[in-house]
């Protein structure tokens, strides 16, 4: 007599930071809020992804001792570095399309811009290891993606603020305070970076093996 009219599942209420903290691995957040069976996927590549990744971070001076014995050129490597990058690339694509799969108001290019902060971000965090290996390829490399990892930041922002605030008016102050800070921040980084000389900075950038760059901070 009080059962249930609709076996339609109702969707569970999660908190907004616990929503946030799920949304760091892929089909977590699907789990917690739909079924195991919408997420489950997702949840199983990115694992895997992930495992592939830092078993091949782990394996990095192993495999430069393997070509040093051998006589192979260092710049072989590459292909390992690629490899890495490109499976973290796929697991931040598994966490864009589980968000893409929810029933959220934000739009898609926020979300895909934001999903390439961590492997910009890994190139620029890994260039004293990469930049030796081929100078001419990857100091353009990791200067751009530097450079977007800093532009790609906001939409990381972005995102955030989507799933632990609602649309309110005082979201959108919060938004355009952050928007006009970021912008402000930028301007002092780009003064301090290029106009106030980094001679020491220039030295050890030069003994990795970049070119340009220093030319511009020293």
Known sequence: MYARRSGVPQPVRVARWSRLAYG???????IATSSPR????????????????????????VVADSLSRIGARPSVQLVQAALIWLLV?????LRLGSALTERTRSE?????????????????????AVVPLAPDWMEPAVAAAAVVWWGS??????????????????????????????????LVVLLYL?????????????ELGFVVLPDWLA
Do not use: K, N
Request: glycine content about 8%; proline content about 10%.
């Open 89 to 93: 690339l796929a697991f931040e694509f």
């Open 194 to 206: 290029f106009v106030v000389p980094h001679p020491g900075w220039a030295e050890e950038l030069r």
């Open 108 to 128: 898609v290019a926020p979300r895909a811009l934001a999903a390439l902060w961590i492997p910009t971000l890994l190139v620029a965090v890994g260039a004293p």
């Open 24 to 30: 760091l691995f892929p089909g977590l957040r699907l």
């Open 153 to 186: 930041t906001p939409a990381v922002l972005y995102c955030s603020l989507d799933v632990v605030m609602p649309p309110s008016s005082a979201r959108r102050r919060v938004e355009q305070v952050g928007l006009r800070a970021f912008v402000a921040l930028t």
């Open 38 to 61: 919408d997420g489950a996927p997702a949840a199983v590549l990115g694992l895997v992804t992930l495992g592939l990744a830092i078993g091949l971070a782990t394996r990095w001076g």
